[in-house]
């Protein structure tokens, strides 16, 4: 059974720090993996999406990486923001099926 | 395009009642999801739908039913709502299953309090 593991649970950071996010999964049979953003009281925002071909995704100031045989992800940020404060959720994906990490809750110091 | 919506937005129920939460999409996507999100527990998977008419159990279907009876509908049904089902809604759409396309789009969600 897959899980998903997301740490730091929570994370501050002075602005303008670049800073990296953490997520680890068991079963790396993944289809994909893909990185969310969720603000509070608000749904999912798709941040960034790896096929499990691929070793990194980049979009603005975000990179992803995808290490399969290691099972492990992570999501770069650079030059933060206190506009990124946010929780961030990383989602291991089987066959029409997402397992979700539980977040880590970033925090930016302005 | 307005995505994904979902009404209502937040809703009390009394234990033993029920209620159906509707998803709708108007991405033509294939693919629709129920989750539901709990302090310290991540979203976990309800119930999915690959199609039309089909409809599937995820991580945590017990006590809820769905049907997908219009591409672009999703509903939720709570027949007998415990306490226990006190949670956000999140429903979820994708285009398909490839790899490339499997981007999913979350609606704003449902509060659901059940007392």
């Known amino acids: 059974k897959q899980e998903v593991t997301q740490i730091p649970a929570a994370l501050s950071v002075p602005e303008g720090e670049n800073l990296v996010l953490n997520c680890s999964f068991t079963d790396s049979a993944i289809y994909n993996l893909q990185w969310f953003r969720q603000d509070p009281g608000k749904g999912l925002t798709s941040l960034l999406l790896?096929?499990?071909?691929?070793r990194e995704q980049t979009s603005g100031r975000l990179n992803a990486s995808l290490d399969k045989s290691s099972g492990r992800s992570t999501l770069y940020i650079a030059a933060s923001q206190p506009g990124d404060s946010a929780t961030y959720l990383c989602a291991a994906s089987g066959t029409y099926k997402y397992i979700f990490g539980t977040g880590t809750r970033l925090k930016v110091l302005a | 395009n307005a995505g994904v919506t979902q009404t209502p937005k937040f809703r009390v129920l009394k234990t033993g009642q029920s209620m159906t939460l509707l998803c709708a999409q108007d991405m033509n996507h294939e693919y629709m999801y129920w989750y539901r999100q709990d302090p310290g527990m991540g979203l976990r998977l309800i119930h999915y739908?690959?199609?039309?008419?089909?409809?599937a159990k995820g991580e945590v279907p017990d006590g809820y039913n769905v049907s997908r009876l219009k591409k672009q509908n999703f509903l939720l049904g709570l027949e007998s709502a415990a306490p226990s089902q006190t949670s956000v809604y999140f429903c979820a759409s994708s285009y398909g299953p490839s790899p490339a396309s499997d981007t999913q789009y979350f609606g704003p969600g449902t509060r659901l309090t059940v007392l």
């Open positions: 739908s690959v199609g039309e008419g089909t409809t």
């Open positions: 790896i096929q499990s071909s691929q």
